[in-house]
Every structure is written in C-alpha cells, then in structure tokens.
C-alpha cells in the first residue's frame, strides 16, 4: 500500500470575497520519496492547494494529514509544518524578504532560535550546495530571476524539509536554468526529500515525474504512473494540456516499430532512445 506523506482529504475552499469555491472536494495522497508532479489548467486550483500543505490555509470543510494526523492549526504546530514542508512560490517576490542573499537564507533559522554559530554554517553550506557562494552579500534586488528563484529555493532548503512543494519553477526559465533546476531537484530528491513541482510543462513533467496528479476545477481527476497517465489522452486533451513532446514523437514512428517495441507510449528521450536501439538492431 502506498504510504501518504501529505494527504489532501475532501478539501473545500473559497477565498472571502472571491468568486466561488475553488477547490471542491479534492482529495490527493503525496506518495513519500516520489518526485511528483501536479497538471492542470491556470486556476484550477493548484496554489490554493499548496497554500493548504503547510498550514497557511485551513479548510473550510475536509482535512490535511500529515503521516496519517490531521494537521493542528495552532501557531507551534504551524511552525514545525512549515519547517517539514517547504514551499515555493511562483513568484520569488513574494518570498524574499531580507536585503542580501545570506540574510534572507538566514531567515528562517533565526526565527528558530538556533544558535549564531549554527546558523552561519548552515547558511553556508546551502550557499556552497547551490552555488551561490559569491553572492552571499549581494542584494536582492540586484538578483535575475533565476537567481531570485534558486535563493527562494536555496532558502526553503536549508531548512531541510521532508517535502517540497514547488509552484511552477520553471516558467520563464531559459532551456540552461531549467536542466540545471532538475538536476537540483533530482539532488534534493535523492538526499531524502519528497518533492511536489506544479507544472505547465507537460515535457518536465513526463521526463522528470514518477508520479502524475491531474486537477481540475478544484478537484482530482487522476493521480498515478506517467506511463498510466500517458494512456489517457483523452483526459489530457480534453483539459487542453496537450501531450508531451515524446508522444508526439512516438507517434510518428511507424506503426511496425512501435508495435514490436511494444505499444506503451516511452516517458522520456532516454526510455525512447532504449527501446528504438533494440530496433534498430533488429533492423
Ligand atoms: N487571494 C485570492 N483571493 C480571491 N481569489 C483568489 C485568490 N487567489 C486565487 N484566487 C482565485 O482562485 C482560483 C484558483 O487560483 P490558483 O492560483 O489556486 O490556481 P492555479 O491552478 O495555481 O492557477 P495557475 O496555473 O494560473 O497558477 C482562481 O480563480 C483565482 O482567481
């Protein structure tokens, strides 16, 4: 049985003042020590939801569980959820607060009230982990976007959480940034940490993903396997996502190449690579 690290349970929100409700009974389970990814069309929900992982909202109606307990609402409670699960936001802005680099990845360990000489060595490994050394003491606002990105991320991290959310990390990305993110991520990953990444990119999020959730209209309409997730086209596409790039490619292969390398549709370059060598081969 698949053990939940973070579990969304029949979860209704509607902002005060806003235009309805947004999510709508949504029930999702985060699989620990997968890297996952969540689709779905611009408002549908998936902010909402991240702002329900780590406490900073509280449902209206339904639960969140951590390891199987509902989350407690009070302030100490909310503290430690924030530490366990960390969360990026799209938009760096609205996550960097202090003047420099160090500063502001030194945030979050001093409201710990961790001693001086602890902080500055964590704060110092996470500068080194992601390469920002040099810019310890620049300003943040002499920062690209990118660099604002990998701070707000290099500043969630250094409190070592058990589950990263990340809210859409690639957009505006160049193709450099972006493979330099994932490995990031595959690194975290592998250190033991459960990463969570909305996405537009259905190419990121087929290549990089071992476990696809798909929203809509604030609920969950699919949550499993990419390779499961590739053979409901019809969902993707009624919901305009449109399919990866691989499967486009896979596509266009002839019919007797994809049937004797088997009629699954390949998640990533590397699996379509594999598979066609064998081919190839044969031929
Ligand atoms: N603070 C707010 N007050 C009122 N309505 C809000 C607020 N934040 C979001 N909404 C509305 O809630 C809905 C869901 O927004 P949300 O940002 O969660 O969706 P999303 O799936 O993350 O979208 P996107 O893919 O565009 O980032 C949208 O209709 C949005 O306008």
């Not at 087929?206 to 990419?226: K, S, T």
């Not at 449109?242 to 699954?264: K, V």
């Amino acid at each position: 049985m698949t053990s939940w690290l973070l579990e969304f349970v029949d979860l209704h929100y509607a902002y005060p003042g806003g235009r309805g409700p947004v999510l709508k009974g949504l029930s999702l389970g985060i699989p620990e020590g997968k890297k996952c990814a969540l689709l779905g069309r611009n408002g549908c929900g998936k902010s909402t939801l991240f702002l329900h992982g780590n406490g900073i909202i509280q449902p209206q109606q339904g639960q969140v569980l951590w390891r199987g307990t509902p989350l407690s609402y009070k302030r100490a409670a909310l503290q430690e959820m924030t530490q366990k699960v960390g969360l990026v936001f799209q938009d760096p802005e609205h996550q960097l607060i202090a003047s420099t680099v160090a500063e502001d990845i030194s945030y979050g360990l001093c409201n710990r009230n961790l001693p001086a000489d602890v902080i500055r060595e964590k704060v110092r490994a996470v500068l080194d982990a992601f390469g920002m050394t040099e810019l310890a003491d620049v300003p943040i606002h002499h920062l690209s976007l990118g660099q604002k990105r990998r701070l707000a991320l290099a500043g969630v991290m250094v409190l070592a959480p058990e589950l990263l959310l990340l809210d859409e990390p690639t957009a505006y990305l160049d193709r450099y940034q972006t493979k330099n993110l994932l490995r990031e991520l595959d690194a975290i990953h592998q250190n033991g940490t459960t990463v969570l990444m909305a996405t537009h990119d259905m190419d990121i999020a087929f290549e990089w993903a071992e476990w696809i959730c798909v929203m809509d209209e604030g609920r969950l309409i699919f949550a499993g396997e990419p390779q499961e997730a590739l053979a409901r086209r019809e969902m993707l596409e009624s919901l305009h996502l449109g399919m990866p790039l691989i499967a486009e490619l896979w596509d266009a292969l002839p019919p007797e190449w994809r049937r004797e390398a088997g009629e699954r549709i390949p998640c990533s370059l590397e699996e379509l690579k594999t598979r066609l060598a064998g081919q190839v081969m044969v031929r």
